[in-house]
C-alpha cells in the first residue's frame, strides 16, 4: 500500500518544482500546474502517513529516513498556507525541490514503510516537536531566499517581474521573522522535551544536541537583532546563514 502511495507523492512534488521554473520565467498556466501538484502530491503523502500510523506496532517516524518523510509532509503543509494564493506561489520555486528531496531520501532510506520502533511517548513527542521547528525554519529560510531573488530581479528591472504577483519585500521580510519566532518557540520546547527524555531515558550530551543548541542560539541572535534593526537583504541572508545548523542537526541525528 505504502508503494501506491510514494509515487503519486513524489510525482506530485517534482511536477510542481518543475512548474514553478516555468512559472518564474513565464507567469500563468504553469503556477496553476503546480499548485494542483503540490495539492495532489500532499494529499497522498497525507493518506501514506496515515497509513504508515494505522499498521505500525511502534511510532514510523522515529528513524532517520521516517523522520525526513515526515519533515517534508510538514513543510509542504506549512507552505499551502501561503501557497495557495497566487502572490506567495513562487515560495515553491524554494520549497518544493527540498520537500522532494526530503521525500526521494526517505523512501530510499525505507522510512516509507511501514515497520516503526518503540521509543516512548516522550521521545516521540520530542521529535514530532523538533521535526515541526524544523520544518518552520525551512519555510523561513524559504521566504529569505525569495526575497533575495526577488529583490535582485527588482534591481536588474527585469520585465518578467513586473508581470508577476509578487508578495512586497516588505512583507516577505516581516513574515520570515514571524515564522523565526514561532519555529524558535517550537524548537525551544522540542529541546526541553528531549533533556526530560535524557534524564527519563538516560543518554549523553552529543554532535546533535550541539548542533541544536547552535541552530537556537543563532536564531535567538537574530530575533535580538531584528529588534535592534535588522531587516531587509542582511536579515534574510542571516536566516539562510542559520538554516545551515538545521542541515548540520538533521545530518548528525540519529532518531532511531
Known amino acids: 500500500m505504502a508503494e501506491l502511495l510514494i509515487w503519486p507523492a513524489l510525482f506530485g512534488y517534482g511536477e510542481a518544482a518543475v512548474a514553478y521554473v ?28 496515515v497509513f504508515q500510523a494505522a499498521e505500525a506496532e511502534g511510532f514510523p517516524w522515529s528513524s532517520w529516513a521516517g523522520a525526513l518523510n515526515l519533515l517534508s509532509w510538514l513543510v509542504v503543509g506549512g507552505y499551502l498556507i501561503w501557497g495557495s494564493r497566487p502572490r506567495f506561489r513562487l515560495l515553491g520555486l524554494a520549497v518544493m525541490p ?18 516503526g520502533d518503540h521509543p516512548g ?5 520530542h521529535v514530532a516537536v523538533m521535526l515541526a521547528a524544523f520544518a518552520g525554519l525551512t519555510l523561513a529560510a524559504s521566504l529569505s531566499a525569495l526575497y533575495l531573488w526577488s529583490e535582485r530581479r527588482l534591481k536588474r528591472r527585469e520585465r518578467t517581474i513586473l508581470r508577476m504577483r509578487m508578495p512586497p519585500l ?5 513574515i520570515a521573522a ?12 522540542g529541546i526541553g522535551l528531549g533533556l526530560v527524555s535524557l534524564v527519563v531515558d538516560g543518554g549523553g550530551f552529543d554532535a546533535a544536541m550541539a548542533a541544536t543548541l547552535g541552530a537556537l542560539a543563532a536564531y535567538t541572535g537574530f530575533l535580538v537583532l531584528r529588534r535592534r534593526g535588522l531587516h531587509g537583504r542582511r536579515s534574510a541572508r542571516f536566516v539562510l546563514y542559520a538554516f545551515v545548523l538545521v542541515v548540520v542537526v538533521l545530518s548528525v541525528t540519529h532518531f532511531a
Request: proline share 3%.
Open 121 to 125: 511517548l516522550l521521545l516521540g513527542l
Open 178 to 189: 514571524r515564522v523565526v519566532l514561532v519555529s524558535v518557540a517550537v524548537l525551544t520546547l
Open 22 to 49: 516555468g512559472e518564474a520565467r513565464r507567469p500563468g498556466v504553469p503556477g496553476r500546474l503546480a499548485i494542483w501538484g503540490v495539492r495532489l502530491g500532499w494529499l497522498a503523502q497525507t493518506a501514506l502517513l
Open 98 to 115: 527540498v520537500a522532494a528531496v526530503l521525500l526521494a531520501a526517505a523512501y530510499a532510506g525505507g522510512g516509507t514503510g511501514e515497520e
Open 170 to 174: 516588505e512583507s516577505l521580510d516581516a
